[in-house]
């Protein structure tokens, strides 16, 4: 296929992620309501709202996980299909710009008969041809970044859920993704494990890696978050700082929605 480059659709190249007017619904049941915003590279974004309010919803957007309707999606300048578009094809150049975005889930998902390096080392092995040893190499560097050099060796089911959560990022990172999405990435650990997952979060963000990240830890929030979203029923009710969202919130249900969770 030509490149070729759509004006109207074309992103500045300092915004990795661009949405605009974006409508999901499944089935009669509209999800996100004329979502806007673009995420800067290297920027840090964290989406807050209620249960149910369509923040993992507008995450899984961002790397196809789900389809939208309608409005302009792009990651990387790359228009990202809607759903009518996905009937018609266009399969590889999807799959190639959802390499570059990485995802972190509540549930970490990695391969139980896998030791943490192969968890690590699998994807660049089999989805981008890598030398064994050579990724191996890279994974355990990586299992090194994420504190966990010497658990490389051990399956997942002889880690803590801690532990485990950051190998799921090590893995996530071993595919070199432009952009991280975490969708409550602390919520299914234990109270004490949650730090050491967000030190390795805190951690990407001061290398300048791009993250949208679903969280409840607020006090995360304002320390890491450039901008913060609060989503009210699908809609992107307010968007700013920390210090505007937490200390300046401008509508009574980000007030209402905070005093429930600070
Ligand atoms: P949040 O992450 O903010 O808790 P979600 O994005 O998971 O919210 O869900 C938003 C709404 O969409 C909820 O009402 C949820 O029940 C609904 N929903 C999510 N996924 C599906 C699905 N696959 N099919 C139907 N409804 C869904
Ligand atoms: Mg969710």
Redesign the pocket.
Known sequence: MNAIQIPAVTTSRDVIVSIARLNKS??A?H?LKDVDLDVGRGEVVVII??????????I?CVNSLEMYQSGRLTVDGFNMPTEADRKIGGEKELARIRKGVGMVFQQFNLFPHMSAIDNVAIAPIRVRGRKPDEAKATALRLLERVGLRDHAHKLPSQLSGGQQQRVAIARSLAMEPHIMLF?EPTSALDPEMVGEVLDVMRELAREGMTMMI?THEMGFAREVADRVVY?DH?RILEIGTPAEIFDRPTHERTRTFLSRVL
Not at 50 to 57: E, F, I, L, V
């Open positions: 499944f089935g049941f999800v709202g209620a249960s149910g309010s369509g923040k993992s919803t507008l899984r969708d679903v989503i699908g």
